[in-house]
């Protein structure tokens, strides 16, 4: 069984720019969260996407944005790139009511300079 | 609100015992998770407690006390390859998981 993939493995945007992060969940999981790992910190929770609607959201500001696909598959749109956005964008997902486990992508290491 | 307090580094010895602690305090409660992180990877699923007492798995074992909003992750016989991070996080009453900052474990020979 294939695991959660996300796209691209590394990034690199000046600031200002715009930049779209790609998750595909494990097949048969409905629930994708996005989260923000910045170097040395712990885990911060971005975004959680259900059944192609936004359940959730962290205390991030409105550029963070994204929408989840009628494949269950997921995008995380950041515009206008500051430096402190430079960090590593982690995509997990999980069968929603009745399954526990977060099951994490491999990640996208954005850095702005 | 919510918090989650874990220590930010530990050094145990290799083939000894090391626990790790956890405290929170969040809204709602359903359910406490332990992550394993090493460097530069993705968080890996370790064990998951939603009622209080011990579960093991292993050389890995995970207590919950609820009305101490406490728990603590106990890894036995360390291996060199337990050196990593280790993730305490809870799922609150709308499913939405809060995370500690991780605990960093150095083991030495």
């Known amino acids: 069984e294939a695991g959660v993939t996300q796209s691209p493995t590394h990034l690199i945007k000046t600031r200002g720019q715009q930049v779209t992060l790609r998750c595909s969940p494990i097949s048969g999981h409905t629930s994708v969260y996005w989260y923000q790992q910045a170097l040395g910190l712990g885990l911060q929770f971005l975004l959680w996407?259900?059944?192609?609607?936004?359940?959730n959201r962290g205390n991030f500001p409105p550029r963070f944005s994204g929408r989840q696909f009628p494949n269950y598959s997921s995008e995380l749109n950041v515009n206008a790139l500051e430096l402190e956005d430079s960090a590593l964008y982690l995509c997990?997902?999980?069968?929603?009511?009745?399954?526990?486990?977060?099951?994490f992508g491999p990640g996208t290491r954005l850095t702005v300079t | 609100g919510q918090n989650i307090d874990q220590p930010t580094e530990m050094t145990a010895t290799e083939g000894a015992i090391v626990q790790i602690n956890c405290t929170y305090q969040t809204s709602g409660f359903n359910g406490l998770f332990w992550y394993q992180q090493h460097a530069g990877e993705a968080p890996t699923f370790l064990s998951y407690n939603v009622l209080d007492g011990l579960e093991e798995k292993g050389r890995f074992s995970s207590f919950l006390s609820r009305s101490k909003g406490y728990s603590y992750l106990l890894l036995k016989e360390l291996q060199m390859k337990d050196s990593a991070s280790y993730l305490c996080?809870?799922?609150?009453?709308?499913?939405?998981?809060?995370w500690g900052a991780g605990t960093k474990l150095i083991i030495k020979p």
């Open positions: 996080a809870v799922r609150e009453s709308n499913y939405q998981l809060i």
């Open positions: 997990a997902s999980s069968v929603r009511d009745t399954s526990y486990e977060q099951y």
């Open positions: 996407y259900d059944e192609g609607e936004e359940r």
